[in-house]
């Protein structure tokens, strides 16, 4: 554990306080025994407020490294400054040559924090809006010392500013169609039900969650078999290949804003399962299927929560995938046991997707030729897709890497037990246990019942009667609170006639 690191503050032979660290049994000095403020001089970087705004410091100990940003510390937006040794910023403040980075307003100390710890308070701080750039500082002696805290604290940063980068491209390439969308669903929501009606109506019953990766086809023959004594929850690009097996989900997860995923429906009938939309998605499925509309972090949604506090619920998981949305509905519907497949986080024996699936059949069907064949295309698509990054053995993407990542703190942070993966051929997940469909049945769950009897029971609550869509309009109207929307949706201000245009799409809402 981090916080038992053991570390003393001595004086050193010009009298300036230096910093012993305890470890295996030996004594390791983090600056010099003799002349501690040297490292100042040695610093071996240069500080450019004018070309970035963020700093971010690895490892200080005293902070004599650092000394030099006394100078320029005002000239930073922000300062973030990152030790692995627990109570380190009491010491700094005590030492008169550093004591200002306990004292500066934009300079902030986070020491001794596991990488969990460290990974939320981060995401948090760190923000890209407006943001010029980002300079890295590094203590030579504190990355030595500790190699694998260190490592650890530069891959999350890369994954923090991966995703957070991602979130501002998202902004700024979906912005107006997130908008539109959830204005537009404002429209339907009175034909859905809030995602809450389902919160912990399925205890003691188990559920397996369906993605459309390659791993999924290897048994699919077993969940035909299972099909009436278990619970599917299917992504939405999964349909097509459980339709390709008759087999029928009872939930249908789809979250992304993007017109183009009605291309997973084809062929879906309204009836055939119980649909969860977010705020934000195609206005064309939302009308059609109806079903279940769960709130996410737009602004849109923001509001209706502000004006019906947990009524409605969330199943907004924050990963930025459908997979993680998925597991947080299973979660939040109260199963006890969770069972995924089709989740592989790679490109599994070098396929892209499931046979049958929309994307697949691009590769299988369109762009086919006598010349290239379905592999060829595949293959290639891989290697241009991956840029030939390979994780324990498997070509991937860094978005499929990323989406593993948060779906492991996703399953960490819940702190669910009762997780498990069927016949995964893909890279892992961590906090899950490897099973196969026989053995996950013969797990203690609820007699058998009839699914549909008990579905058609949920359907029957009512849906949206509380809310009120003349408020809702007044609330979306209101000169600041329509500002702030737009603000938020778009990155910035908008002209005058597209402002025009959004005033009339809420005019239109009954």
């Given amino acids: 554990m981090i916080k038992n690191l053991h570390y003393i503050i001595e004086p050193a032979k010009d009298g300036n306080p230096t910093l012993i660290v305890h470890l295996d049994g030996k004594e390791i000095p983090l600056h010099s025994r003799i002349n501690p403020l040297k490292e100042n001089e040695a610093g071996g970087y240069e500080l450019a407020p004018e070309r970035f705004d963020l700093l971010l410091v690895l490892g200080c100990g005293l902070g004599y490294n650092i000394i030099k940003l006394k100078e320029s510390a005002d000239r930073f937006r922000q300062i973030i ?5 627990h109570g380190i910023g009491n010491e700094i403040s005590k030492n008169s040559h550093t004591s200002f980075l306990s004292k500066c307003k934009n300079i902030t100390i986070l020491s001794g924090l ?16 407006g943001l010029k750039g980002m300079q890295v500082i590094e203590h030579p002696q504190s990355l030595r010392i500790f190699p694998a805290y260190y490592g650890a604290v530069k891959t999350l940063i890369k994954r923090i500013i991966d995703k957070k980068a991602g979130d501002k491209a998202t902004i700024k390439a979906f912005g107006n169609l997130f908008l539109r969308n959830a204005l537009n669903n404002l429209n339907s929501i009175k034909h859905c039900r809030p995602v809450s009606h389902l919160q912990g109506k399925f205890r003691g019953r188990r559920a397996v969650i369906v993605s459309s990766a390659p791993s999924v086809e290897d048994n699919l023959d077993k969940l035909k078999f299972y099909e009436k004594d278990l619970y599917i929850i299917a992504v939405d690009s999964a349909l097509p290949v459980l339709k390709s097996s008759g087999i029928v989900p009872d939930f249908v997860i789809s979250i992304d804003p993007q017109a183009r995923i009605g291309e997973h429906f084809l062929g879906h009938d309204s009836y055939e399962a119980l649909h969860i939309f977010s705020m934000v998605s195609p206005p064309e499925l939302v009308d059609k299927y109806g079903g279940f509309i769960s709130l996410n972090s737009h602004p849109v949604s923001q509001i209706m929560e502000d004006m019906y506090p947990g009524v409605n619920g969330s199943i907004d998981s924050a990963t930025g995938s459908v997979a993680g949305d998925a597991f947080m509905f299973a979660f939040m519907a109260g199963f006890d046991y969770i069972a995924m497949t089709g989740f592989d986080f790679s490109f599994s024996e070098n396929i892209i997707y499931a046979r049958e699936t929309a994307y697949q059949k691009r590769y299988a069907h369109y762009f086919n030729n006598r010349f290239k064949t379905p592999e060829t295309f595949n293959a290639a698509y891989i290697f241009k897709s991956s840029g030939s990054l390979i994780a324990e053995g498997k070509y991937t993407r860094r978005s499929f890497l990323n989406y593993r990542n948060s779906l492991n703190s996703l399953i960490k942070e819940k702190d669910f037990k009762n997780v498990f993966m069927i016949n995964r051929r893909g890279l892992p997940l961590a906090n899950v246990q490897i099973t196969d469909y026989d053995s996950f049945m013969k797990l203690p769950g609820i007699a058998k019942e009839n699914k549909s009897e008990y579905l058609h029971e949920i359907t029957a609550e009512k849906g949206f009667s509380f809310i009120n869509m003349k408020k809702v309009k007044e609330r979306l109207l209101n000169g600041r609170v329509i500002d702030e929307i737009i603000r938020e949706s ?7 006639d597209e402002r025009k245009k959004i005033i009339s799409m809420i005019d239109r809402i009954e």
């Fill in 490 to 496: 778009f990155g910035s201000d908008v002209l005058q």
């Fill in 81 to 85: 400054v990152i030790d692995v040794l």
């Fill in 114 to 129: 596991e990488i969990e710890e460290l990974e939320e308070t981060l995401s948090e701080m760190i923000d890209f809006q």
